[in-house]
C-alpha cells in the first residue's frame, strides 16, 4: 500500500506532523497533496499536533519556533529550541526595500504588514503551499490594527479587517478574498475602546485586550455576523497588568498578566467550551512563577505573545528581540535573539 492509498483522515494525521519545509517539497507528488496543503482544516490541524511549533516574527523576519520540552530543564543550555527562518514564496520580503512590520496569524495563515519607501501592503501568506495574496491598502498613510479571519459556515471565506486610527474615531473596513475588494463595516468598534494587545484568532474570530474609560477588557471580532463583542477578562488585582493573549491547545483563550512591582508573572486560561456562544467567560490560574530578577529585561510589555505546555506547565514567551522560557518547575531562561549561538537551527 502506498501513501496515495491512504484514508484522507490518515494521510492528514501523519502529514500534518511534517516541518513547513517538508510540506512544501512534498506538495507537488501529487494534485491530491497539493490540494490538501490548501485546506483550512488541514493547516489547522497541522500547528495544533505541532503545538510545540510556532510562527514568529522577530528583527522583521519570520520564522518557526520548534521548542522540544523532552529536553527543556535545569541546565539543558536551551538544546531544546530550533529557530528556522522561512522564506518560500516570500523570499523577496527580505530585502533592503521591504520590511516586515506586522504578522497576524489564522489557523496556519498569515496575514503580513509590508513597509516600503512608497507604500504600504498587506499579504496573506500559507507557508505550507507557498501561495501569497497581496492586498493593496485603502490609505497608505495611516497606521492601523488588521485581523485574519474567517465565515464559520462557508468554505474559503476569508476576509481582513482593517481598524485605522483613532482620530476622531476608529474607520473600520472589511476586506472580501474571493472578491478581492474592500467595504466599509456597519458595526463600530464599542465606542472609547483602544486595543492594547496583539489579535489572537480563535474558531476564526479575532480578540484583544481592549481598555475603556479605567477598565481593562476582552474585545471581540466575529468574522461570520461582522459585529464587534465585549467580554469580561480575569480580575485584574492590583499592581497587575494584562499584556498578552494566546490559545492553548484545546482551543481556549489564555491571558498573561505581570505585575507591575514584582518580577511575578500569571497566565490565566479561560474554561468556557464555547467561547464564541457565551457572555460571561470563566477564567482559572494555570501558571504563576516569580522571575529571576538576574535579567534586566524580564518586563514584558503589550507586544509579548506566548505559548503554553499544558503537561509540564511551561511558558514560552517572546516579542521582537528575545525569548523567555519558564515555570513553576522549570528556571527562567532568557534568550536574546541577536545571539544565534543560543539558538539551534532546524536540520
Not at 294 to 317: L, N, P
Request: aromatic share 10%; with cysteine.
Amino acid at each position: 500500500m502506498g501513501m496515495t492509498d491512504l484514508s484522507r483522515d490518515m494521510l492528514e494525521n501523519i502529514l500534518s506532523r511534517l516541518p513547513v519545509e517538508s510540506l512544501r517539497e512534498l506538495r507537488f507528488t501529487c494534485k491530491l497533496w497539493n490540494t490538501l496543503f490548501k485546506d483550512r482544516r488541514f493547516i489547522k490541524n497541522r500547528f495544533h499536533k505541532a503545538a510545540m511549533e510556532v510562527i514568529v516574527l522577530m528583527r522583521s523576519s519570520v520564522s518557526t519556533l520548534i521548542v522540544d520540552m523532552t529536553h527543556m530543564s535545569e541546565g539543558s543550555n536551551y538544546a531544546g529550541i530550533g529557530f528556522h527562518i522561512l522564506n518560500g514564496g516570500i523570499s523577496n520580503f527580505y530585502s533592503n526595500e521591504i520590511t516586515i512590520s506586522g504578522m497576524f496569524h489564522c489557523d496556519g495563515l498569515l496575514l503580513l504588514q509590508t513597509m516600503k519607501t512608497d507604500t504600504n501592503k498587506l499579504v496573506v501568506w500559507n507557508p505550507c503551499s507557498k501561495g501569497t495574496r497581496w492586498i493593496e491598502l485603502m490609505n497608505h498613510d495611516r497606521s492601523g490594527i488588521f485581523a485574519l479571519g474567517y465565515h464559520n459556515d462557508l468554505c474559503d471565506s476569508y476576509k481582513v479587517l482593517s481598524i485605522l486610527d483613532y482620530d476622531p474615531k476608529p474607520e473600520v473596513h472589511i476586506y472580501e478574498i474571493n472578491s478581492d475588494s474592500w467595504r466599509p463595516l456597519d458595526d463600530d468598534v464599542p465606542l472609547g475602546c483602544m486595543i492594547k494587545s496583539r489579535g489572537v484568532s480563535l474558531l476564526g474570530n479575532t480578540y484583544w485586550i481592549a481598555s475603556q474609560v479605567k477598565e481593562l477588557l476582552l474585545l471581540s471580532f466575529d468574522f461570520t455576523t461582522e459585529t464587534f463583542g465585549c467580554l469580561n477578562l480575569p480580575l485584574e488585582r492590583l499592581g497587575f497588568k494584562s499584556l498578552g493573549l494566546s490559545v492553548v491547545k484545546d482551543e481556549q483563550l489564555a491571558i498573561l498578566q505581570q505585575c507591575l512591582d514584582t518580577s511575578r508573572v500569571e497566565i490565566w486560561v479561560a474554561t468556557n467550551d464555547k467561547i464564541d456562544q457565551t457572555k460571561v467567560l470563566s477564567w482559572t490560574k494555570l501558571l504563576a512563577v516569580d522571575l529571576d530578577t538576574c535579567y534586566e529585561e524580564h518586563k514584558f510589555t503589550c507586544d509579548v505573545s506566548f505559548f503554553i505546555d499544558e503537561e509540564k506547565t511551561v511558558a514560552v514567551c517572546w516579542d521582537r528581540e528575545s525569548l523567555h522560557i519558564f515555570g513553576e518547575d522549570h528556571p527562567h531562561e532568557y534568550i536574546p535573539c541577536g545571539d544565534s549561538s543560543q539558538l539551534h537551527p532546524r536540520e
